[in-house]
């Protein structure tokens, strides 16, 4: 029995984890930085370690001071959240060896679905659609335009190991491939330190949709249906809705079915994420799997009223899964935005500081995911978000009226953020409407003047 958890990681995640396992009745551990030593999940968790300083590098990177703070306060379990260590394949094998629970999947299914030529590999085998492109990575430039002239322009050269958008290099020719093709090799290399590449075929203006997988240790995958996470800049997401404006009832079955075989395929265990691109026709692509929970789980635990950080936590238990597909039902709207430390007005330049006033909204239906404070001081050491507002009702219209009401009343002073941006967005026809892909956000900052996010 789990009956004490690390929590390796910081911020609004690390606070979600600590008041799920007060619910559940678990003891906390929190490992910070030295930057972080004001932090709400410092504060709230039973125990707290530091581990370093304040750089990611010397704090929640640092897998050996991790597992020696897990040792020291005799944990049970880690629980890794989402960035930092969450998909490192070799730091859940060191908890595995440690005799420590990794709250997610093995190592080795990590290592397999975090290698994007293998985990689409894997998939395809299982009946799952995936986008044409190279059988694997593509070492030489000569090979990689012979495969982008046989799959057809435009290609997407995407790294082996990425994330986050970088390693990613969109080319229409021969001759923008050229450039291209080292550009993504040397991103990935600066990001991953692993410089392969492979190719697919760009499918242009899709929908970027993902399904929420659980699986138990006892065979059973389920989904929880999809999150449409077309909004976004420079493949950053900045906000999910479930479910899909765009998806049918039988658009969603098929899909889900396919999310359920790729988990199946891979053995995957605990909770995970089927990313797919959709074409304005409906056909759809596997592209990657997160191994881990993802930054919008909200969404899904809104419109399912399943909690996914404690289904996670039953799951690392060896418990079984107490529903069963057919159980699952969608019976709400929820919409997220990513609350940022970051200036849109000046071209999302990051704003770190100190925050004067904060006031996070309420009333039906409005849920706020935060760890900022009034007096509290954003460091500059990490991602800029800041917080998460998840609004939710019977329907879209009103989750939309929900969120624009409660962006309204959202108050962070003495920083930038990203409210007055929701607000445009949130105010704008074509995302009331419910007609956006993935090229939305560009659209959108052309025709928007600057000034109305100051």
Do not use: W
Not at 56 to 67: C, F, N, T, W
């Amino acid at each position: 029995m789990i009956k004490k958890i690390l929590i390796a990681n910081r911020g609004e995640i690390a606070l979600r984890i600590v008041r799920a396992c007060r619910e559940l009745g678990i003891k906390t551990l929190a490992v910070y930085s030295e930057a972080d030593v004001q932090s709400l999940h410092v504060q709230l968790a039973d125990e707290a370690i530091c581990i370093g300083g304040p750089k990611g590098a010397d704090s929640y990177l640092k897998a050996d001071r991790i597992i020696a703070a897990a040792e020291i306060a005799d944990v049970d379990a880690i629980h890794p959240g989402y960035g930092f260590l969450a998909e490192n394949a070799k730091f859940a094998e060191q908890c595995e060896s440690c005799n420590i629970k990794f709250i997610g999947p093995n190592a080795k299914v990590i290592s397999m679905m975090g290698d994007k030529a293998i985990a689409k590999a894997t998939v395809s085998k299982a009946g799952v659609p995936i986008v044409p492109g190279s059988d694997g990575p593509i070492e030489s430039e000569a090979e990689a335009v012979k495969v982008a002239r046989k799959i057809g322009y435009p290609v997407i050269i995407k790294a082996v190991a990425g994330g986050g958008g970088r390693g990613m290099r969109i080319a229409h020719n021969d001759v923008s491939f050229a450039k291209e093709f080292h550009v993504a090799r040397n991103e990935a290399e600066k990001a991953f330190g692993n410089g392969s590449v492979y190719v697919e075929k760009y499918i242009e203006k899709p929908r970027h949709i993902e399904f929420q997988i659980l699986a138990d240790s006892h065979g059973k995958v389920l989904h929880l249906g999809e999150r449409d996470c077309s909004i976004q800049r420079r493949h950053q997401k900045l906000i999910e809705e479930a479910p899909s404006p765009f998806i049918t009832p039988d658009l969603r079955k098929k899909m889900g079915k396919a999310a359920v075989k790729a988990a199946a395929a891979a053995k995957y265990e605990n909770a995970g994420t089927i990313e797919f691109l959709v074409d304005a026709k409906g056909n759809f692509y596997f592209i990657e799997m997160n191994t881990r929970i993802q930054v919008e789980h909200p969404v899904t635990e809104e419109v399912t009223g399943i909690d996914l950080i404690k289904q996670q936590i039953h799951v690392a238990n060896g418990d079984k899964l107490e529903m069963s597909q057919g159980d699952i039902t969608f019976t709400k709207h929820a919409i997220e935005c990513r609350i940022n430390a970051e200036d849109p007005a000046r071209n999302f330049a990051p704003s770190p500081g100190t925050i004067g006033l904060y006031y996070s909204p309420g009333g039906h239906g409005v849920r706020v995911d935060s760890h900022a404070y009034s007096g509290y001081t954003i460091p500059p050491y990490y991602d800029s978000m800041i917080g998460k507002l998840i609004c939710y009702g019977s329907n879209r219209k009103i989750a939309l009226e929900r969120t624009y009401r409660a962006l309204n009343e959202f108050l962070v002073r003495g920083i930038k953020t990203t409210i007055p941006l929701h607000k445009a967005v949130l105010a704008d026809p074509m995302f009331i409407e419910g007609k956006y892909t993935t090229a939305y956000m560009e659209d959108f900052l052309k025709r928007t003047p600057a000034d109305l996010f100051a």
